[in-house]
C-alpha cells in the first residue's frame, strides 16, 4: 500500500473526473436541444419552429 | 441525487417556466410582426420575393405556403412556438446552469440573474451586433455562412466573459476581451444587398421587441435556475 495513496486523494480526484463528465453530457444536450430548435435544416422543423427562430433572432430562411 | 440530475431538473424547470413565459411574450409581442412582414413577403412581385429568398446550396427552398408540411396559421402554429421556447428554455438552461457548475454551481437567485445576463451577453447581443434579429422576406447571407458566425461569435464571446471573470491575471482579461472582439472585426455573413420589401420602421420595432422579450428571457432563466439550484441541490452530498 502506498501511503501518499489516501483513498480520500483518489476519491476527490474521481469525484472532480466524474463532475466534469456529467457537467459535459448536460451541456452537450443543451447544446443538441438548441440545434434541433434553432438550427435545423429539416424543413418540417424550421416550419414548426419559424416564429421562435425570428424572434430569438437565430439565423433563419 | 447525482450532479447530473440536479443540472437536468432545474435546467428542466427553469426551461419550462421562462418557455411559458417567454412565449406568452412573443405570441403577444414579437409574433404580430412577423404575421405582418410575412404579408409583405407574399405581396411582393415574383423577383423581388425570390431575391429575399437565398438559400444555402441544397437547402430545400422556404416557402410559407409550398407544399411542405407547416403548422397552419392561429392556434396550431402557436402551440409550436409555446412548444419551441419551452425547449429554447430547456436548451439554455442546461448551458448556463452547466457552465455555472464549472464555477462551483449556483447559489442563489441574485448570482443566476448575472449568469443570466451573461448569457444575454453571449447569445442575443455579441451574435445580434452582426445579424441583427430579421423578419421574413428580409435579404440576407448564405444561411450555412450565418449559422457558423453566429455560433463562432456566441462561443467566442462566452469564452471571453469567462477569461475576463474567472482569468486572473490582465493579460487573461485582455485575451478575453479580444476574444469577444475578434467575430466583429472578422465580420458577419452580409447580404449583397440590403434592399427589403420591410419598411424600417416594421423592422426597427421588431428589433427592439425581440431584444427586450430576451432580456427578460435571460433574466428569467437565470434567475430560476439559481433560485431552483439550492433547493435541488440540497440532496447532493
Partial sequence: MNASHSPLASASRESAASRALQITFAALIGVFVIGGVGFSHISAVHNATHDVRHATAFPCH | ??????????????????GLVGSAIQIFGTVPLILKAETFENGAPEEAASAAHEHAPGTAAHEHDADEWGPSDGFERNAFTV???????????????????????????????????????????????GLPPELPAMPAADLLAR???????????????????????????????????????????????????????????????????????????????????????????
Fill in chain 2, 1 to 18: 441525487m447525482s450532479l447530473f440530475r440536479t443540472i437536468l431538473f432545474v435546467a428542466a424547470l427553469a426551461g419550462i417556466g421562462t
Fill in chain 2, 83 to 129: 412548444l419551441a421556447m419551452v425547449l429554447t428554455g430547456f436548451g439554455f438552461a442546461l448551458l448556463l446552469v452547466a457552465a455555472s457548475e464549472l464555477a462551483g454551481g449556483l447559489s442563489s437567485w441574485r448570482q443566476g440573474l448575472l449568469w443570466g445576463l451573461a448569457g444575454f451577453a453571449v447569445f442575443t447581443v455579441a451574435p445580434g451586433l
Fill in chain 2, 147 to 237: 449559422q457558423m458566425w453566429w455560433i463562432g461569435t456566441a462561443a467566442a464571446t462566452a469564452g471571453g466573459l469567462a477569461f475576463i471573470a474567472f482569468g486572473r491575471t490582465p493579460l487573461l482579461a485582455a485575451l478575453g476581451v479580444a476574444l469577444i472582439l475578434a467575430p466583429h472585426l472578422i465580420g458577419a455573413p452580409q447580404p449583397d444587398s440590403h434592399e427589403s420589401p420591410i419598411p424600417e420602421s416594421l423592422h426597427h420595432s421588431f428589433i427592439v421587441a425581440t431584444v427586450a422579450a430576451s432580456f427578460v428571457f435571460w433574466v428569467l432563466l437565470g434567475g430560476l435556475a439559481g433560485w431552483l439550484r439550492p433547493r435541488l441541490a440540497a440532496g447532493t452530498a
